[in-house]
């Protein structure tokens, strides 16, 4: 198990963007596949993005693809999604996850160390 911490959530206005962070002190996480996904009130948790540990590869759904990006700055133990153009489905808890091996498929049921989640609103 790991600790992962969120930031970066808050409100937003539709079109808007944010960028989220998940931070691991004091564990090297570049040599894991990082994830992030997103659970609204009443909706089962979906993947939003996948990262894997070697060479970077990304995973997205279709729905999302083109405007959430995300990334990994391996110095600083730290995994960002950058949200762009956020909509009124966009709205949600947004999770870090990892499960400590360095390819993981992009489904919660494989992911066992989360974080405490962030929320994210959009709202005008």
């Given at each position: 198990q790991v600790q992962l911490v969120e930031s970066g959530g808050g409100v937003v206005q539709p079109a808007g963007s944010l960028r989220l962070s998940c931070m691991a002190p004091g564990f090297a996480l570049k040599y894991y596949t990082m994830a992030w996904f997103r659970q609204a009130p009443g909706k089962e948790r979906e993947a939003v993005s996948c990262i894997s540990s070697v060479e970077g590869s990304t995973y997205y759904p279709d729905s999302l693809t083109g405007r959430?990006?995300?990334s990994r700055d391996n110095d600083k133990n730290a995994v960002y999604l950058q949200m762009n153009?956020?909509?009124p489905d966009d709205p949600a808890v947004y999770y870090c996850a990892t499960d400590l091996r360095d390819w993981v498929p992009c489904r919660s049921q494989d992911f066992r160390s989360w974080g405490q989640?962030?929320?994210v609103t959009v709202s005008s």
């Open positions: 959430f990006i995300i153009n956020l909509v989640g962030t929320q």
